[in-house]
């Protein structure tokens, strides 16, 4: 059964840091696109970044040079480090994978205060 569980969330003053991690069962993980999505209450969901199958990575404006998307294929991981959170980084977090059909986890709550 294909799942996708992450873990890392928490709460955080402005300026920390935290690393998100979402463990992929039951897919083909080496052949995975997969991202980070966000969403702030009373907001849409967003996508924070993106990493393909070979590595590829691409960001949200908001976030370039704030957080690192990468994946450890021996482990089946997804990682999203996230430094210099600000306020406006609060939301919940959710990992996605794309095989043609999408898959989301139940997400993770990062609060970052001020």
């Known amino acids: 059964q294909e799942q996708l569980a992450e873990s890392g969330g928490g709460l955080v003053q402005s300026g920390g840091s935290l690393r998100l991690t979402c463990t992929v069962s039951?897919?083909?993980?080496?052949?995975?696109?997969m991202a980070w999505y966000r969403q702030a209450p009373g907001k849409a969901r967003e996508m924070v970044a993106t990493i393909n199958s070979v590595r590829k990575t691409n960001y949200a404006d908001s976030v370039k040079g704030r957080f690192t998307i990468s994946r450890d294929k021996t482990a089946k991981q997804l990682f999203l480090q996230m430094d210099s959170l600000e306020p406006d980084d609060t939301a919940v977090y959710y990992c996605?994978?794309?095989?043609?059909?999408?898959?989301w986890g139940q997400g993770t709550q990062v609060i970052v205060s001020s």
């Open positions: 039951g897919f083909v993980f080496r052949l995975l696109n």
């Open positions: 996605y994978a794309d095989t043609g059909e999408g898959y």
